[in-house]
């Protein structure tokens, strides 16, 4: 037994794991076997004995005067047969011999220990990387397990899955990597820690490492997106204002991003200016395409539409999309990309939409078009009198319950609508019960222009020469003789004006 006791002092050491857990678990693992090999359900208690490192089981009995669990509870009277000073309500312990258990029992004990032991070391790594999420630490490959790697990080081991694993990579047996801590898991089957090599933090560490601006925080990364293996997009602010935050990065002649990028085996950089303006701000994340305007289509719902010329739409998407999508994960908005031709031919549909396009062909019911006509009609898309009008007799009758027959009907109708429009408008005749003063007054000549007219009239119905035919026309005007002289000096100055037109101008 002195050995059990040896090898929990070197198991405790071993895995940093306190003994006390562990002579818990012995304990617990000592009890079931003896369940086991007793074949009883009774409450059994394991002890440890430090000095002789033996472990003795009990079974528990608790002294009663009336027994109704036989399994857990004893008469008074039988519990002074095993011990002299016992009582009621007290547990009487009775010494169960260790030597019985047998081989099977010996199998689960051990099982139940390395149980126990997994799940004290679990704890035990929990509590020291829970809060070391994100932190890049160095790793030896260990063994490759399918897809995954698992490594040795000094005190436990780590696992990779494949998906994060860049596809650029490979690594053997062995082999030093650097990774992040993505997640500390306490149970379930990949419980343990786990790292990664295609997570965004792992470059923004690396450039915290490499850019001392980056370390004391006078540059500040605002942003990543990455895409492993393919391209990384990260978004850098300056503090300082006589500080370049994407010079800096950069390094001279390249040098500090370039040790990045060996690190990542080759893998893409884009290094941007972050600004609070989501515009400007979207102008840079889509480089090195040329922006022509961003339209911000809801600010609530970061939605935000990118307009770039023709010959820039291919690199603004990239290749398989990945321009853009890593450009919305970024900027965090949803983004819409549009050539100027595609949006001059939405802007088009739009408007014509929205434009009146013509009266509804509802309107020939009143010129005898017949209401299955019109369902027809409608139902085939023909909305409107001049979308109909437009349509050829071989159109119209490719359409359903549209015959010769309808065929006319519907040029009749179009015809009768239409006709309405070119028909002169007629005035209504004014008679003599109806005229008032106000139609006099309008009848009246006003100006020397009607009489001139007026008595054109009358020399053209008179014989040449003759006067009565003027004079008896002046009596039956109301002016009387006045009025003959007014029309005689208005025939004079006619007259005259006839023969100034017909002479010739010298």
Not at 61 to 85: H, I, R, Y
Not at 166 to 192: P, Y
Not at 275 to 294: G, M, N
Not at 383 to 389: A, D, F, I, K
């Amino acid at each position: 037994m002195a050995s059990i006791y040896q090898s929990i002092e070197i198991l405790s050491k071993e895995k940093g794991i306190d003994r006390q857990i562990i002579l818990d678990a012995v304990k617990d693992a000592m009890v079931l076997a003896a369940k086991k090999h007793f074949k009883t359900n009774e409450d059994l208690e394991a002890e440890f004995d430090p000095k002789s490192g033996a472990v003795q089981i009990f079974l528990l009995k608790k002294v009663v005067e009336t027994v109704e669990d036989p399994l857990n509870e004893v008469t008074l009277e039988q519990a002074k047969k095993l011990d002299k000073n016992a009582v009621v309500d007290t547990t009487l312990r009775i010494a169960r011999p260790t030597e019985a258990l047998g081989r099977i029992a010996a199998q689960m004990a051990k099982q139940v220990i390395l149980q126990k032991v997994r799940e004290a070391e679990r704890e035990n790594v929990y509590v020291e990387f829970a809060d070391r999420v994100g932190e890049l630490v160095n790793c030896v490959v260990k063994r490759i397990e399918g897809p995954d790697l698992v490594v040795d990080m000094g005190k436990t081991e780590a696992r990779i899955p494949k998906k994060e694993q860049s596809r650029l990579e490979s690594f053997s047996v062995g082999e030093r990597m650097r990774a992040v801590i993505k997640a500390v898991d306490k149970t379930g089957k990949n419980a343990g820690v786990l790292i990664s090599r295609a997570d965004a933090m792992l470059v923004q560490r690396l450039f915290e490492q490499e850019v001392p601006e980056i370390y004391d925080g006078t540059v500040v990364i605002r942003a990543c997106a990455r895409e492993a293996g393919e391209r990384t997009k990260i978004a850098v602010q300056s503090r300082d204002r006589d500080v370049d935050s994407v010079g800096a990065c950069v390094g001279m002649k390249g040098m500090r991003v370039q040790s990045i990028i060996r690190e990542l085996r080759g893998e893409k950089i884009d290094i941007i200016e972050y600004s609070e303006e989501p515009v400007t701000f979207a102008t840079h994340a889509l480089s090195p395409a040329k922006i022509s305007r961003v339209n911000l289509i809801d600010i609530e719902n970061k939605h935000m539409e990118v307009i770039v010329d023709d010959t820039q739409l291919s690199l603004a998407i990239g290749k398989r999309g990945q321009n853009v999508r890593l450009a919305a994960k970024l900027l965090g908005w949803k983004i819409d990309i549009k050539s100027e031709e595609e949006k001059r031919q939405e802007a088009e549909n739009a408007l014509n939409a929205i434009t009146i396009s013509g009266a509804p062909i509802s309107v020939l019911l009143d010129h005898g078009l017949t209401d299955s006509l019109v369902e027809s009609l409608m139902a085939s898309g023909v909305p409107t009198v001049e979308r109909l009008g437009s349509m050829t007799p071989e159109e119209l009758l490719a359409i359903e319950g549209v015959d010769q027959e309808g065929l006319e009907k519907i040029g009749m109708a179009v015809n009768g609508y239409y006709s309405q429009y070119d028909q002169p408008q007629e005035t209504e005749p004014v008679s003599e019960e109806t005229a008032g003063p106000e139609a006099e007054a309008q009848a009246e000549p006003s100006a020397e222009t009607g009489l001139e007219t007026d008595l054109e009239t009358v020399l053209e119905n008179s014989p040449e020469g003759e006067s009565g035919g003027v004079e008896e026309s002046a009596e039956e005007t109301e002016g009387g003789p006045a009025d003959v002289e007014t029309i005689e000096v208005v025939q004079d100055e006619s007259a005259t004006i006839k023969n100034a037109e017909t002479e010739p101008i010298s």
